[in-house]
């Protein structure tokens, strides 16, 4: 059995991954705490894109910049003026809609207005009688702009003169410390900067989980490159996401490469693609990776009047490098991974087991360590225990039956599981029993952490 998003949120629940936020006073709509097992997988899943997109990657440095910008770098972007969607809101229910997902929504996707102005979609929305999907009512307000930044003030005094935002993408930290990364790191030119960290936009429609949220965390990288060898570099991201996610484990069957077409294109990229995974509501974005052209960084130099260019001391010339940006949301991935990997599985003897088939470096416990008997057996598990937790995620569970403690870290995907039992008192043996095939070695504990390792690799 595949899970739908309500069936997730259940297990998330239930097993200690993601809370409702605030929960205690009635919660806050669409934030999510997220509990012991949900912090290590996110951890999990950081780490994995560090170390393939930042240390273990020869071209890449990483960086971690401020939340909070000078806000000039807002009006540099165009965020502040042009960061925005069309609000419009159910007079009878109240319910807030983006006007252009109405009109996407109700024609099942045919009709695209993203880029329409907002008497057009207003237009459709009322010819076309499109109801509001909360109440079927039909009695909307105008469409008004909707700027998707938080707003807060910085100091003492609250007014105007000390706004500032809370970043919507990580990614402008990147370019500000451009000319610092060239003068500290030694890099040349191509080169890119990877950084994971908090993000915040004030959606509309937030919702399906942690899909869509107000606060989450991104993994982008921004890749420098010579004007005209983009599109090189370009296809080059492209496949090395389609490896990070397959070597991650999600099912090709289950991913698609949209390639936006020319038109569509947003005014400062010369290429698109949506990385999209297969969730329970159909195929939706992932991941975006975007050509950006040298569009930031010129953005930057004008607004801040600092000379951007890059000197190539190969070629003596000066330009603006060129950039490919491959962005992933941390949510997102946690959300396919979890959904890629979790199912009810039948067993021989006919009993269903939950099972997280998880990779491996992902698993929120690595290992978890299981006295037989916990009158007899938990001193020596202790032990055991203690050595193992400072190589490995480990956990240590003593309640209930050896039969339900297995079912449960099957169920948040522990890929081992090692049991003290009386032989173990009397030889020093363990026994490991194997996630996937539930088979069991029985292993020397001088031997075991050599023994795990070698299944890590
Ligand atoms: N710097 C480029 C940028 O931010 P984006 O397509 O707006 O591009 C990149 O965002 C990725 O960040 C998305 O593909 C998605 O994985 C994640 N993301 C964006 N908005 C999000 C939200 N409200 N909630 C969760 N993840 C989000």
């Known amino acids: 059995m595949k899970y739908n998003i309500e069936q997730l949120n259940a297990y998330c629940k ?24 949900g912090v290590s997988l996110k951890n999990n899943l950081k780490q994995f894109w560090w170390k393939r997109f930042v240390s273990q990657n020869k071209y890449n440095v990483g960086l971690d910049s401020s939340i909070l910008l000078n806000p000039k770098t807002w009006e540099a972007t165009g965020h502040v003026s042009g960061f925005k969607d069309p609000l419009m809101d159910c007079k009878s229910c109240k319910a807030r809609h983006r006007a252009d997902n109405l009109i996407a929504s109700a024609t099942k996707g045919k009709v695209d207005a993203d880029g329409w102005d907002y008497q057009k979609m207003y237009d ?17 307000t105008e469409i008004r702009e909707f700027n998707l930044m938080f707003k807060t003030s910085q100091g003492v005094t609250a007014d105007s003169n000390n706004e500032i935002y809370l970043r919507p993408e990580t990614a402008q930290g990147i370019f500000l410390n451009f000319k610092n990364v060239v003068r500290t790191s030694r890099k040349k030119v191509p080169f890119g900067i990877g950084q994971v960290g908090k993000s915040f ?41 389609k490896e990070f996610l397959t070597e991650l484990g999600l099912k090709p069957e289950n991913l698609e490469f949209y390639d936006h077409p020319q038109a569509k294109l947003s005014f400062y990229s010369n290429a698109t693609t949506d990385v999209l995974y297969r969730f329970p509501w159909g195929f939706d974005e992932l991941w975006g990776i975007a050509s950006r052209t040298d569009y930031d960084l010129k953005q930057h130099q004008n607004y801040s009047g600092e000379n951007l260019e890059y000197l190539d001391p190969n070629t003596n010339e000066t330009y603006l490098p060129y950039v490919i940006e491959p962005s992933l949301g941390v949510e997102r991935l946690f959300l396919a991974v979890l959904l890629d990997n979790l199912e009810d599985e039948t067993l021989e003897n006919g009993e269903v087991r939950t099972l997280l088939k998880i990779n491996k470096e992902l698993a929120p416990y690595q290992v978890a360590v299981l006295p037989l008997v916990k ?3 938990n001193d020596k598990a202790e032990e055991v225990y203690d050595l193992l937790m400072k190589n490995f995620i480990a956990s240590f569970d003593d309640a209930g039956n050896i039969g339900r403690r297995y079912r449960r870290q099957d169920a948040i995907g522990t890929p081992y599981c090692i049991t003290i039992d009386n032989d173990t008192l009397v030889d020093d043996t363990v026994t490991v029993r194997e996630r996937d095939s539930m088979e069991q070695v029985r292993v020397k504990i001088t031997d075991l952490k050599v023994y795990l390792n070698n299944q890590f690799e």
């Open 201 to 241: 936009r004030n959606e509309i429609t937030p919702g399906n989980f942690v899909f869509r949220t107000r606060e989450f965390e991104q993994m982008e990288l921004e890749f420098f490159c010579v004007p005209g060898t983009e599109m090189e570099w370009f296809k080059y991201w492209k496949d090395y996401a």
């Open 375 to 377: 009158k007899f057996h």
């Open 124 to 140: 459709y929305i009322i010819e076309n009688k499109i109801k509001c999907p909360n109440c079927g009512g039909f009695d909307y």
């Open 14 to 37: 239930r097993y200690g991954f993601v809370y409702q936020g605030s929960e205690i006073y009635g919660g806050l709509a669409n934030t999510w705490d997220y509990g012991p097992l």
